[in-house]
């Protein structure tokens, strides 16, 4: 029976993916010598030929892209278990509400940085509306929320305090006397509220163009150039985006900002929760950068 070698894996996998051997070897700390040998002593093993090579090229052959998949679960899950009876990362299940302006901006760093930082860590993730996570966070439904804060709720280590924006399609006008087409959520939102109040108090009219219970849904009827939307000019950096900030000629009353806030079932977290809460601390603010 065959019984593969770590290193030589690890090695492997380095080569397949810088696609060079000296490469490899700088990555792992080792010498190109070294890294053929191991590669060598994996296809002796295998009975296979991993890689097809000459003076400029590294490919993998078929048999070598098989042991590529192979081999990434063996030394991922290798890792875990080190982890898990080295005790060097808290283990168990943290029920995680975000808030739905997050996950279409910068959301999927923040979690590969919890994945790297924790790989024993498992997280439920919930996508809403901030008012609805604080519902399930206060009914016990989720462990943590990193969302923006309430108004009038001072709970939370505060991580970033965010302008608002008013968003719309590039090649949207809107004059200064108009109406404003809005594009906000069905129910009460802190966002929604603060467009509608900034609006009211500088008496202006203003009436809802189109409205949808995710921001995937605001962002594609702002998109569509059907209104503008109060949001964090973050939207403006997501993939395919068409959104600006809308001019000045629009005379809009300022929205000011709103806060950005981790905030557990209790004052005190223990556990995976705190290890999770203290890596949104101290990473969260990055996401602004």
């Given at each position: 029976?065959?019984?593969?070698?770590?290193?030589?894996?690890?090695?492997?996998?380095?080569?397949?993916?810088?696609?060079?051997?000296?490469?490899?070897?700088?990555?792992?700390g080792?010498?190109q010598?070294?890294?053929?040998?191991?590669?060598?002593?994996?296809?002796?093993?295998?009975?296979?030929?991993?890689?097809?090579?000459?003076t400029?090229?590294?490919?993998?052959?078929?048999?070598?892209?098989?042991?590529?998949?192979?081999?990434?679960?063996?030394?991922?899950?290798?890792?875990?278990?080190?982890?898990?009876?080295?005790?060097?990362?808290?283990?168990?299940?943290?029920?995680?509400?975000?808030?739905?302006?997050?996950?279409?901006?910068?959301?999927?760093?923040?979690?590969?940085?919890?994945?790297?930082?924790?790989?024993?860590?498992?997280v439920?993730?919930?996508?809403?509306?901030?008012?609805?996570?604080?519902?399930?966070?206060?009914?016990?439904?989720?462990?943590l929320?990193?969302?923006?804060?309430?108004?009038?709720?001072?709970?939370?280590?505060?991580?970033?305090?965010?302008?608002?924006?008013w968003?719309?399609?590039?090649?949207?006008?809107?004059?200064?006397?108009?109406?404003?087409?809005?594009?906000?959520?069905?129910?009460?939102?802190?966002?929604?509220?603060?467009?509608?109040?900034?609006?009211?108090?500088?008496?202006?009219?203003?009436?809802?163009?189109?409205?949808?219970?995710?921001?995937?849904?605001?962002?594609?009827?702002?998109?569509?150039?059907?209104?503008?939307?109060?949001q964090?000019?973050?939207?403006?950096?997501?993939?395919?985006?068409?959104?600006v900030?809308?001019?000045?000629?629009?005379?809009?009353?300022?929205?000011?900002?709103?806060?950005?806030?981790?905030?557990?079932?209790?004052?005190?977290?223990?556990?995976?929760?705190?290890?999770?809460?203290?890596?949104?601390?101290?990473?969260?603010?990055?996401?602004?950068?």
């Amino acid at each position: 029976m065959t019984v593969f070698d770590l290193n030589q894996l690890r090695t492997f996998l380095a080569v397949a993916d810088a696609r060079h051997f000296t490469a490899a070897g700088a990555a792992l700390g080792i010498s190109q010598s070294t890294v053929s040998q191991h590669i060598r002593r994996l296809e002796a093993a295998c009975g296979r030929q991993l890689f097809e090579r000459d003076t400029h090229t590294v490919v993998l052959t078929a048999d070598g892209t098989v042991l590529a998949e192979l081999a990434r679960d063996i030394v991922g899950l290798s890792r875990q278990a080190a982890d898990y009876f080295t005790d060097s990362a808290p283990r168990g299940r943290v029920r995680l509400g975000v808030s739905d302006d997050l996950t279409l901006t910068r959301l999927a760093d923040l979690l590969r940085d919890v994945g790297r930082a924790n790989p024993t860590l498992s997280v439920e993730l919930t996508v809403g509306l901030t008012s609805l996570l604080y519902q399930k966070l206060d009914a016990g439904r989720l462990d943590l929320v990193f969302a923006k804060r309430q108004p009038g709720d001072d709970r939370g280590t505060l991580i970033h305090r965010e302008r608002l924006a008013w968003l719309a399609h590039r090649d949207l006008a809107l004059g200064a006397d108009e109406a404003v087409p809005l594009v906000l959520y069905p129910n009460a939102s802190i966002t929604s509220t603060l467009a509608m109040e900034a609006l009211n108090g500088a008496r202006r009219p203003w009436f809802v163009a189109c409205s949808s219970e995710t921001l995937a849904g605001l962002r594609a009827g702002a998109q569509a150039g059907l209104g503008v939307m109060a949001q964090s000019p973050l939207l403006m950096r997501a993939p395919g985006s068409d959104l600006v900030e809308v001019d000045d000629r629009a005379a809009l009353p300022p929205l000011g900002e709103v806060e950005f806030v981790v905030l557990g079932r209790s004052r005190r977290l223990q556990g995976a929760p705190s290890a999770l809460a203290d890596l949104i601390i101290k990473k969260g603010p990055g996401l602004w950068a």
